[in-house]
């Protein structure tokens, strides 16, 4: 599809444009294509598109997806898009995950500080930001129907065998990071598992023809 110029920030920005999709395997691309054949096809109907990533905790992985998926749709231009995070149980993002997405460009504020912290997430000047804090799954901040639930954790997976409202459930797990937690490797397993959901988000979207 045709770009139009990015709205995105310019450090934002040079992240997408260091990601190589290549790095994507074959297998990968297959897990990948409900989630696009989804868009697609609300795309060509002219309906909204309402993506919730869903994870045990909404503490990590979740919140990764939720935020590069919504900047995936601002880079390609694919109008009415809107994603959300979720989790079987309510915790609270892990501090790492606001750091890693610090370091790729985005800017964040602590808008309130407590056992769960609220976070705003900007990707670009003139869009609204994006509201981290975990909750779970059907959390009044997330939709209620005509979603699309993708479980990025095999745990949430198995755990949670429906997911109310959701019109399609797609499986996309990622490893967690968390097992380098504390760990002299922390920060690097967390660039590489965001620039890993990044890199796929950005596959799925610039597959999309609006």
């Known amino acids: 599809m045709t770009l139009t110029k990015p ?23 297959t897990v990948l294509q409900p989630l696009t ?12 598109i309402r993506i919730n990533f869903i994870c045990t905790h909404n503490s990590r ?9 919504q900047t995936m749709a601002n880079y390609f231009n694919i109008k009415n898009v809107f994603c959300y ?5 309510s915790t609270a993002l892990f501090p ?15 808008i309130s500080k407590n056992e769960n912290p609220i976070y705003s997430i900007k990707y670009a000047d003139n869009e609204h930001p994006i509201i981290g804090f975990s909750k779970k799954l059907d959390d009044d901040f997330n939709p209620k129907s ?16 429906f997911i109310a ?3 399609k459930r797609i499986p996309i797990t990622f490893e ?4 380098f937690d504390n760990t002299p490797q922390q920060a690097a397993k967390y660039k590489e598992r965001s620039l890993q959901i990044a890199t796929e988000l950005f596959y799925i979207f610039s597959q999309i023809n609006s």
């Open 146 to 161: 005509e979603f699309v639930a993708i479980m990025t954790c095999s745990q949430a997976d198995g755990g949670c065998p």
């Open 96 to 110: 790492v995950v606001a750091e890693t997405l610090q370091n790729s460009g985005f800017q964040i504020k602590t």
């Open 176 to 179: 967690d990071p968390k097992v």
């Open 85 to 89: 995070s979720g989790g079987t149980e």
């Open 61 to 69: 992985r979740s919140h990764l997806s939720q935020v590069w998926g």
């Open 37 to 48: 054949d989804y868009i697609q096809s609300k795309v060509s109907e002219n309906k909204e």
């Open 7 to 29: 709205t995105v920030f310019s450090e934002i920005e040079s992240v997408i444009k260091s990601l190589n999709t290549e790095t994507i395997s074959r297998e990968r691309k």
């Open 165 to 167: 409202g959701a019109e």
